[in-house]
């Protein structure tokens, strides 16, 4: 059922802050091509798992192999990050904002920058500065940002965070599109009706463990 | 190693109680200061101490940024501390010592300045360690310790230059010294130097043991699988 | 991929874009960097010759204050955003994200010296009785060994309480023998009396050294938990 090599893989990831210990153990594997939608309460571990991924976060203990390779770094022109904070300049407009952040990535066509920001129903024109945005099309911005470089996994930490209705939908339509183009997409979030219907799996956390993971909106 | 540590807190009480008798009764009184030259077998030594334990503290810190090796970290901390009483030491006796023979309570000798900008850099370490948070102390630390080390020299050469061009009255005297008075000054060292080990022991023992409870209890929380009691 | 000193030059200018577009940092250091020469002149009013003494002391430090105010905005934008993420997981390294914003925070306190300099030449009728060229070396190194401290430290700070006082707490002892230098490498050239040269060397020598060690540095400090 699971591919051959998978994707993402983590061993017995423990992570403590202190005395506090908010990841406990993470063993999982995830596919390509997948939509996972991972839920729990707050304090569960889902951001410090995502940030984990990320390479934003060095584990405590255990080991996470991504693309096959152990340190983030080696492949991180391949990852796209997103966060609940925009992650982007306010006094800049989308526009600048990305052409910055793609310079980051050593993408210097404008035209990619124009594109993303149309796919995320967006105009590449809009002068105004990201700061004076809404949420929801700063989120959309960000999310653009995390696809400059075309990335084969998208790691986000809560998209749709205070995002009006119709973005988010938007979005989520967005994502599985990038799931159908063999993209692998990690969403964290509190809103999992949103993706009933878009995920391919659900995995539950709680108190630092994964302790299920399901095909549907079920426990 | 348990019965070491009381073994040598016996050994360094008669090295200090003797070290004690030799400065104050011992030692031959100097010429032209009297006895209160004789807090130079404080000052000296406790200048010679803090300079080991900073360098202890920047081998410590290279180490752990190489190796995140815990230990490493707690070796740096406790250097550094430790580090900083003994060159408050030199601080305080530095004008105790200065008033009655110059009158003055500061020269702006080299020595003495040094010593001080050595004091304000590690003070500042030791600010750091506790503002930061807890995860990200040990690697922030070290790396102002490489800092702060190298600076040292930069310390030393420029306040050198500084005097020659400025001359002030220098404590602590050049020119030889009486071999009686080398023969305390090293006693005293010695002496200094086991107490010194005794009190970093004594600390790293404790900061040890605060890691290995916080360690207790997230590990507790790992096994807990209720989880909820925090 | 974008070269790193690609990357470094782009991030300085968008810096620059920013900074000339808010004005808000500009006008108001412009105009403490004002402040500071005034209340200095109100502190110290010395004679022409005693000026010359003490003058390269008193500009200093005023400089110093300035640096520090500017040196705190150093990340300011980056941390409103939690930009520093985008950047840390993106390939791009994290040394030309350092050198920009040392090149930035350059920039902008060489800015300040400028503008306060010929209202301190003004307030204390100062005149270079030696070689008055040196004076810019000595401002070049000077403003370099404190800005590229300042903007290391000033990353160190983000990660604690008290962020603006840990900046200067941690700065100014490791700067002393900078500002040593800084302070008698202008004190002889304003009065013609020595020669300023080993200050220079040791200001250089200074310079080398912490630039390439915060450049060994940063990357660790930048991904400090």
């Known amino acids: 059922m699971t591919d051959p090599a998978p994707l993402i893989a983590v061993t017995n990831l423990i992570k403590q802050f202190g005395r506090f210990a908010a990841l406990r153990g993470v063993s999982a594997e995830f596919s390509a091509g997948k939509l996972y939608a991972i839920l729990g309460d707050n304090g569960a571990g889902k951001t410090t798992l995502l940030r984990t991924l990320a390479g934003l976060t060095r584990p405590t203990s255990g080991q996470v192999s991504i693309l096959g390779a152990g340190k983030f770094h080696d492949i991180c022109h391949q990852v796209g990050y997103m966060a609940h904070p925009s992650l982007l300049y306010d006094e800049m407009s989308g526009m600048e904002n990305l052409e910055y952040f793609a310079r980051l990535y050593g993408v210097t066509d404008q035209a990619r920058c124009a594109f993303v920001i149309r796919a995320v129903g967006l105009d590449p024109d809009l002068a105004r500065p990201v700061g004076q945005y809404s949420q929801g099309m700063r989120q959309r911005m960000s999310l653009a940002r995390a696809l400059l470089n075309d990335p084969k996994i998208l790691l986000l930490d809560e998209p749709f965070s205070n995002v009006d209705l119709h973005s988010a939908a938007e979005m989520v339509q967005l994502l599985a599109r990038a799931r159908d183009q063999d993209k692998t997409v990690f969403i964290v979030t509190h809103q999992a009706s949103l993706l009933e219907g878009a995920a391919d799996e659900f995995v539950w956390m709680e108190f630092g463990r994964i302790v299920a993971r399901t095909r549907e909106l079920k426990r | ?230 | 991929m974008t070269a790193p000193t690609g990357i470094t030059r782009f991030t300085l200018l968008k810096d620059l874009r920013l900074e000339w577009r808010s004005k808000d940092a500009i006008n108001s250091m412009l105009f403490f960097s004002l402040l500071v020469v005034v209340v200095f002149s109100f502190s110290f009013d010395p004679t022409a010759e005693e000026s010359r003494q003490i003058a390269g002391g008193l500009v200093w430090v005023a400089f110093l204050f300035a640096a520090v105010v500017a040196l705190n905005q150093t990340w300011a934008r980056e941390l409103r955003n939690q930009v520093l993420d985008a950047y840390r997981v993106s390939p791009a390294p994290a040394n030309s994200l350092f050198v920009a914003k040392v090149l930035g925070n350059f920039i902008f306190v060489s800015v300040l010296e400028a503008l306060m300099t010929p209202l301190f030449i003004a307030f204390y009728r100062l005149r270079a009785l030696g070689p008055a060229w040196q004076l810019l070396l000595v401002a070049a190194l000077g403003t370099w060994a404190l800005v590229v401290n300042g903007t290391f430290f000033a990353a160190m700070s983000l990660r604690t309480r008290s962020r603006e006082i840990m900046l200067p707490l941690l700065l100014f002892p490791i700067a002393i023998p900078a500002l040593l230098a800084m302070v008698q490498a202008t004190a002889s050239i304003l009065t013609g009396e020595t020669s300023a040269r080993f200050w220079l060397v040791l200001l250089a020598t200074y310079d080398l050294v912490f630039t390439t060690v915060c450049l060994l540095l940063f990357e660790t400090v930048l991904n400090a938990e």
């Open chain 2, 1 to 230: 190693m348990k019965k070491a540590f009381p073994i040598l807190g016996i050994v360094t009480a008669l090295l200090l109680s003797y070290a004690l008798y030799l400065a104050l009764v011992w030692a031959p009184t100097e010429k032209t200061m009297g006895d209160v030259q004789r807090i130079f077998y404080y000052h000296v030594p406790s200048a010679w101490t803090a300079f080991i334990l900073f360098f202890v503290n920047f081998g410590a810190s290279v180490y752990y940024l190489i190796k995140r090796c815990q230990t490493a970290d707690i070796v740096a901390l406790v250097a550094a501390e430790v580090g900083v009483v003994f060159c408050t030491v030199v601080l305080v006796t530095g004008p105790i010592w200065a008033r009655p023979v110059w009158g003055i309570w500061w020269t702006w000798d080299m020595r003495l300045t040094s010593t001080l900008v050595l004091w304000l850099i590690y003070v500042s370490y030791l600010f750091l360690r506790r503002f930061s948070s807890s995860g990200e102390t040990p690697v922030l630390a070290a790396a102002l310790a490489v800092l702060g080390a190298l600076c040292v020299p930069f310390v030393y050469f420029s306040i050198w230059f500084f005097r020659t061009q400025h001359p002030q009255p220098v404590m602590g005297g050049g020119g030889s010294i009486d071999p009686r008075m080398l023969h305390v000054l090293l006693i005293n060292w010695l002496a200094f130097s086991c107490f010194a080990f005794l009190v970093c022991w004594s600390r790293f023992r404790l900061e040890k043991l605060q890691r290995d409870v916080d360690e207790a209890h997230a590990m507790e929380s790992l096994r807990d699988t209720q989880g909820s009691r925090k």
